[in-house]
């Protein structure tokens, strides 16, 4: 599917649907030609609601108000009403809300994220007819002074990230059968091929020397064996360097602690956190964005035969810490407490992120749709807001207390994997991680469990069912935003 900016009024192009966005259930627009046969279907105009007009070829969906999110969202219900049809071209206009670069780009996201499925496992697939969307820069609201190439680069930006982004919901969508440790090592080595990114991977040897004793339990019991791949995008003159670490848990079955049969179903979403930083990488590269990222793929499958772990066991982790196992179905934390350490051992980095499906009780705290943000320091939580603000991912805070802290106290080692109380999880998990940051980067880490957003069983604004690649667009954003502040400072 192609998008293509036009510099002509909407009704000069020629195409065999409109898109037209009611917005704020604003049916007297000049753009809304329809005005009484809307009325008589009483069509409301809410956020993402949909009323196609055959005769007129037109589709109206309705948007809250001209926010990036908001018309993002506008464009991916419209297409998704629009893609069993069998329309070749659309046509629609310009939305904008403060800049025209970044409306743009959000409304080319929308038709990209919408237009997304994964029918691999179906024996019929349905491929969508439409290949090429035109939009207009007659504008709804203002009459803008545009660059056109600006806004060419904008759709190009839009093509990256919502590919990058697709990329992940089809490896977090695939099964745990034909996606292990393995598949995301080959997919890795490709991108480093395709990039030239630095490739790096820690087989089940390599961890052993690394002294990974928390990561390989884990992954004992099962025949797909626990490994960790580092990609490297290191280009000249880098404003700044990132470490990105990510839980991939191809399989989560709890293990031992064995999830009941209702709860375990869903989880090949577990390796989310992993295929986000993949999606990043492959999004940073293709961007080819002055910034030195390193990835870390920290892959396992948590099983169960007679060589398990166990609840009562004692691990060593790479930094040293003792770590009392009570519970085998915290396995995400025990993986990251090795790739964290080793991801810190590696590389001196500016930022640290991790992302990872860590907790339920995320969800419970948050919802379905947002991902909760943990760590120190309080600006880098508020540069992440903006972050997710521009970039339509939702993000809620969740604080850090000296009180929670006392709970994975252990009387067996130097720290237990599960709090000893019901409440908060989402905290203490994350406050278990920071048992594994060192001190000198305790301001520069940031933990992201994105349980929430990263596997939703129905569809929502322009994600379908399954899996929505949750972290690759906050996470460009933010990178964005970083690479424009540091150009800033250095008054190029
Ligand atoms: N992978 C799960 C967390 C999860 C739950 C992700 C739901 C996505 C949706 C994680 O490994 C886990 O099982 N966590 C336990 C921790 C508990 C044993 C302390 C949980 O959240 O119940
Ligand atoms: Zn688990
Ligand atoms: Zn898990």
């Given at each position: 599917m192609q998008i293509e900016i036009i510099d002509k009024k909407n009704q000069d192009i020629s195409a065999d649907c409109e898109i037209v966005v009611v917005v704020d259930e604003n049916i007297e627009h000049r753009f809304i030609k329809d005005k009484k046969l809307l009325e008589k279907l009483n069509f409301?105009?809410?956020?993402?609601s949909t009323c196609f007009l055959a005769e007129s070829a037109r589709l109206y969906v309705g948007a809250k108000n001209l926010e990036h999110d908001a018309i993002r969202r506008a464009m991916g219900a419209a297409i998704m009403a629009l893609t069993s049809y069998s329309f070749k071209t659309l046509k629609t206009s310009l939305y904008i809300s403060q800049d025209v670069e970044h409306s743009t780009r959000a409304m080319a996201e929308g038709f990209l994220l919408g237009s997304y499925k994964f029918d691999n496992y179906k024996s019929k697939k349905s491929k969508s007819k439409i290949e090429k969307i035109y939009i207009s820069t007659e504008s709804y609201n203002k009459s803008i002074k545009f660059n056109l190439p600006s806004l060419t680069s904008a759709i190009q930006t839009a093509k990256v990230i919502s590919k990058a982004t697709n990329t992940v919901r089809d490896i977090v969508n695939t099964t745990p059968h034909d996606f292990t440790p393995k598949s995301m090592a080959k997919r890795a080595y490709k991108l480093a091929n395709k990039y030239g990114l630095e490739y790096n991977i820690l087989n089940s040897d390599a961890l052993k020397e690394q002294k990974m004793e928390a990561m390989l339990a884990v992954g004992r019991a099962s025949i797909h064996k626990p490994l960790l791949v580092q990609l490297s995008h290191k280009p000249k003159n880098p404003v700044a360097t990132i470490s990105l670490v990510g839980k991939g848990?191809?399989?989560?079955?709890?293990?031992?602690s064995l999830k009941p049969s209702d709860y375990m179903v869903?989880?090949?979403?577990?390796k989310s956190g992993a295929s986000a930083v993949f999606g990043i990488m492959q999004a940073v590269a293709a961007l080819n964005l002055p910034i030195e990222v390193h990835g870390f793929l920290a892959m396992a499958e948590n099983m169960v035969d007679g060589s398990a772990f166990k609840p009562d066991d004692v691990l060593t982790a790479k930094n040293g810490t003792t770590i009392e196992v009570r519970n085998t179905d915290a396995e995400g934390r025990l993986v990251l407490a090795d790739a964290l350490s080793y991801a810190q051992q590696e590389v001196k980095s500016d930022y640290i992120f991790d992302f990872a499906t860590l907790t339920g009780a995320c969800v419970v705290a948050l919802g379905h749709y947002t991902s909760g943000l943990m760590g120190h320091s309080s600006s880098l939580k508020h540069s992440l807001f903006e972050a997710a603000n521009k970039s339509g991912e939702l993000v809620g805070s969740l604080p850090f207390n000296d009180y929670l802290q006392k709970l994975i106290k252990s009387e067996v080692a130097d720290v237990c994997n599960i709090s000893s109380s019901r409440y908060g999880g989402a905290i203490t998990a994350a406050l278990f991680l920071d048992r594994f940051i060192e001190k000198e980067n305790k301001d520069k880490w940031m933990h992201i469990d994105i349980a929430g957003p990263a596997y939703v069983e129905e569809k929502w604004a322009y994600n379908p069912f399954g899996?929505?690649?949750?972290g690759v667009r906050l996470m460009l954003s933010w990178m964005e935003n970083l690479i424009v502040k540091e150009k800033g400072k250095n008054g190029s």
């Open positions: 409301e105009a809410k956020q993402d848990l191809t399989y989560d079955s709890g293990g031992l869903t989880m090949k979403q577990d899996a929505s690649g949750a």
